[in-house]
């Protein structure tokens, strides 16, 4: 239920600030910041998955957890495809899910909604001092139909 409302609000709140910036600004000026912080967002967005990568690279090499720079390279994919989406309020949302401060304040607060189980297997072989050979078989039997087709059945005798 809650999905459904972020949809249905997040229009109407970018309509609605489009409709106050526009009034205040005018039409030019609105576009131009769309359009700059779009640019500028991707430039951001871009350098901060490099060095995401490079931790997450990092963090895989050192045999550690990677979950954190997992969660930074989601968030700010994330926070790419918000500013790469027309409006103030989106924008509002990328930029700060870009600041490293507020993504390390977000995954401890999900961390600790998140709970995780460990679940481990167990299996035992043990191997049979019995070995079974052809003999213990019996004979192979092999079950099935067939018909004979006789291959001069297409001619004719005339």
Do not use: C
Request: glycine share 8%; aromatic share 12%.
């Amino acid at each position: 239920m809650w999905l459904f409302f972020v949809f249905v609000a997040v229009p109407i709140i970018e309509i609605a600030l489009f409709i106050q910036i526009g009034g205040w600004l005018g039409l030019l000026p609105t576009l131009l910041i769309v359009i700059i912080t779009a640019a500028l967002g991707t430039h951001l967005v871009r350098s901060q998955a490099i060095a995401t990568f490079g931790s997450l690279r990092e963090s895989l090499e050192t045999l550690q957890n990677p979950t954190e720079p997992l969660a930074e390279g989601a968030m700010i994919l994330f926070a790419g495809a918000l500013l790469l989406t027309p409006g103030f309020f989106t924008d509002a949302v990328g930029f700060l899910l870009l600041t490293p401060w507020f993504r390390g304040h977000l995954y401890n607060y999900l961390r600790s909604k998140i709970k995780v189980r460990k679940t481990q297997f167990r299996t035992e072989y043990q191997q049979s001092q019995y070995r079974y050979s052809k003999k213990d078989r019996g004979p192979i039997i092999i079950e099935g139909e067939y018909h004979e087709e006789n291959r001069n059945s297409n001619k004719r005798d005339d």
